[in-house]
């Protein structure tokens, strides 16, 4: 790591047209390094906290009636709410429960860092580089005793509704209004929460 880091403080004196030339090999290294750091600091456990939901309201879309009789089904659920339910069932029927956890986290994560990407883009490589470096190593919870959090080590809604509502900022900042507002309608779609401050920092933007 205080390698890496030395390098970029190297890489920042440089000049910008060297900073535009950024090799390759570098950037592929850097690329793995900041994803095997994110692997290890957000490792997969299992169907845990809310994915055990989401799970149960995709076994209940997949079976009809085997758990329509759970209280949690008799009252009204989030799953009416979202995409994420018929896009998970598709991928459980296809290679399984395990399988479809563990590619769709995989997925959804390096979509994530992607979109994350786009966002930093017009800082500087050095910056942008220890940017994500933090973003993988860093705590990812927050509020009193970690209640919130985001990019979570666990298969949800959410964690396909966070890098699309990146995606929308990114874009919005490129003035992309008609994609922002695209990717902002993805984002509603799996989890109108998260895409509720995102309309609010875009609105707030577009104002200023």
Same mark, same amino acid.
């Given at each position: 790591?205080?390698?890496?880091? @030395?390098?970029?403080?190297?890489?920042?004196?440089?000049?910008?047209? !060297?900073?535009?030339?950024?090799?390759? !090999?570098?950037?592929?290294?850097?690329?793995?390094?900041?994803?095997?750091?994110?692997?290890?600091?957000?490792? $997969?456990?299992?169907?845990?906290?809310?994915?055990?939901?989401?799970?149960?309201?995709?076994?209940?879309?997949?079976?009809?009636?085997?758990?329509?009789?759970?209280?949690?089904?008799?009252?009204?659920?989030?799953?009416?709410?979202?995409?994420?339910?018929?896009?998970?069932?598709?991928?459980?029927?296809?290679?399984?429960?395990?399988?479809?956890?563990?590619?769709?986290?995989? @997925?959804?994560?390096?979509?994530?860092?992607?979109?994350?990407?786009?966002?930093?883009?017009?800082?500087?490589?050095?910056?942008?580089?220890?940017?994500?470096? @933090?973003?993988?190593?860093?705590?990812?919870?927050?509020?009193?005793?970690?209640? $919130?959090?985001?990019?979570?080590?666990?298969?949800?809604?959410?964690?396909?509704?966070?890098?699309?509502?990146?995606?929308?900022?990114?874009?919005?900042?490129?003035?992309?209004?008609?994609?922002?507002?695209?990717?902002?309608?993805?984002?509603? !779609?799996?989890?109108?929460?998260?895409?509720?401050?995102?309309?609010?920092?875009?609105?707030? $933007?577009?104002?200023?």
């Amino acid at each position: 790591f205080t390698h890496f880091m @030395a390098h970029l403080s190297l890489r920042s004196l440089a000049p910008a047209s !060297a900073e535009r030339n950024e090799s390759r !090999a570098f950037s592929i290294a850097a690329t793995l390094w900041i994803a095997a750091l994110w692997l290890v600091c957000r490792p $997969f456990r299992g169907v845990r906290h809310d994915s055990i939901l989401y799970v149960g309201q995709t076994f209940n879309s997949l079976w009809p009636g085997q758990l329509s009789s759970d209280w949690f089904f008799l009252g009204a659920s989030q799953d009416r709410y979202t995409i994420f339910t018929p896009l998970l069932a598709h991928a459980i029927e296809a290679v399984g429960l395990q399988a479809a956890e563990i590619g769709l986290l995989l @997925a959804f994560n390096a979509f994530f860092l992607w979109a994350a990407w786009l966002l930093l883009k017009e800082l500087p490589a050095s910056t942008r580089w220890a940017a994500l470096v @933090a973003l993988a190593a860093l705590s990812h919870t927050y509020g009193g005793e970690g209640a $919130f959090a985001f990019a979570e080590p666990f298969l949800d809604a959410r964690t396909l509704a966070e890098p699309f509502g990146l995606l929308a900022l990114a874009l919005l900042l490129r003035g992309r209004l008609g994609w922002s507002l695209l990717a902002l309608a993805a984002t509603l !779609a799996c989890h109108p929460l998260v895409g509720l401050p995102v309309i609010v920092v875009g609105w707030t $933007f577009l104002c200023l």
